[in-house]
Every structure is written in structure tokens, then in C-alpha cells.
């Protein structure tokens, strides 16, 4: 595939970055050291989409959310509209996180 060819094919602009659970694998040590890089991209305003079960650090960097279930969009708003939601699925989701939110 020609550089950039997937970005033009999915909407996305040559410098966004997509990861899909890019902690999934990792150890906690590790963890931590992605999700710095991650935060420190976001602190240049690189645009993003990330599939993240690291729901803490999705609320502390997103500016736009989404929850989904069984592949289908349940809720998307700010992280402060999500994460306050009182959608059933998405708080029995959320409450598994408990005080770490």
C-alpha cells in the first residue's frame, strides 16, 4: 500500500494514530511507559483514536468517547458526559473500574 494510503482510505490525516489496545500484553511496568507516550503525543495534539480498556487514562486524555457493546455504539459524548452517563450498560461497564474513575 502507497504511504498515507490507509489514512486516505479511512478518513484519517497522514499524522492521526490509531491503537488497538495497546496495553492488552503488556506489563504494568510497560503499561505505564505506553501510556506515557500516548499522553505525551496527546500534549502535541496529535489526533487519536484508541480501543482502550485502560478506562482511567481514556478519561483523563479524550476529548470525544465512545462506548461500545457487542459492536454497536451504545454512548458517545465527553468523557464527562460518558463516564456520568446513566445508561445502564455503559455504568455496569464503568462500575467495574470502581474507585479508580
Known sequence: MPAGGHSKSSGL??????????????????????LKV?????????????????????????HRVIFMADGVIVEEGTPEEVFASGNERTQSFLGRYGAML
Open 13 to 34: 490525516k497522514s499524522q492521526d494514530s490509531v491503537f488497538d489496545e495497546p496495553t492488552s500484553a503488556l506489563d504494568p511496568e510497560l503499561t505505564g511507559e505506553v
Open 38 to 62: 500516548i499522553k505525551s503525543l496527546a500534549d502535541l495534539h496529535i489526533a487519536m483514536v484508541i480501543v482502550t480498556h485502560e478506562m482511567a487514562f481514556a478519561k483523563d486524555i479524550s
